[in-house]
């Protein structure tokens, strides 16, 4: 397993823009496939977004595609997720999970490991 911390969470205005950063311990971040989830008070944690382990292959839930960017760094261990035009429906905490992915990798059963999660809120 990895440990993961999230950062770059907070309040914005909608439309405005955020970047969540994910930065995992160890030597071993490219041996895991990478995902961002989010989970809204009372709602079960739904996908977000999902990452390769070289970043050439990315995934979108519906609700975020052509508004979010997955990315990450695999020499600093550090996944990202760019949040472009916000909304107040995408208010939530976030959390980025690794794992070792696969064909199901949209689900939270594909990874092992989680951050702690950081709060975005959006405002209307």
């Known amino acids: 397993q990895v440990h993961l911390v999230e950062s770059g969470g907070g309040l914005v205005q909608a439309g405005g823009s955020l970047r969540l950063s994910c930065v995992a311990s160890?030597?071993?971040?490219?041996?895991?496939?990478m995902g961002w989830f989010r989970q809204v008070p009372g709602k079960e944690r739904e996908f977000v977004a999902t990452?390769?382990?070289?970043?050439?292959?990315?995934r979108y839930a519906d609700s975020v595609k052509g508004r979010f960017t997955i990315s990450r760094d695999n020499a600093e261990n550090t996944l990202y997720l760019q949040m472009n035009s916000l909304k107040p429906d995408d208010t939530a905490v976030y959390y980025c999970?690794?794992?070792?992915?696969?064909?199901?990798?949209?689900?939270?059963?594909?990874?092992?490991?989680w951050g702690q999660g950081t709060q975005v809120t959006v405002s209307s």
């Open positions: 999970a690794s794992g070792n992915g696969g064909i199901h990798s949209y689900r939270e059963d594909a990874y092992d490991s």
């Open positions: 160890g030597r071993t971040f490219i041996s895991y496939v």
């Open positions: 990452i390769n382990r070289i970043g050439s292959i990315t």
